[in-house]
């Protein structure tokens, strides 16, 4: 799953902490979720599209598995 997080985020002139902490989590989660290494929870994954005014959807690209 691709995000958009740090797109979004430097759009709006955010530090990671500054999104951290408006988002109730660490430095650390948001480093990992651009990274890729880290998947959201459903409900972080709402926050997060809530936060920036956006469905989930524009926030997270599903990705088909190739077959």
Do not use: C, W
């Amino acid at each position: 799953m691709i995000n958009r997080i740090a797109e979004l985020r430097r759009a709006q002139k955010l530090s990671q902490a500054e999104l951290a902490d408006a988002l109730e989590v660490t430095r650390q989660t948001i480093i990992s979720l651009e990274s890729g290494r880290y998947n959201a929870s459903l409900l972080l994954a709402h926050k997060i599209a809530q936060y920036f005014d956006l469905t989930i959807e524009d926030v997270f690209l599903f990705e088909e598995e190739p077959k």
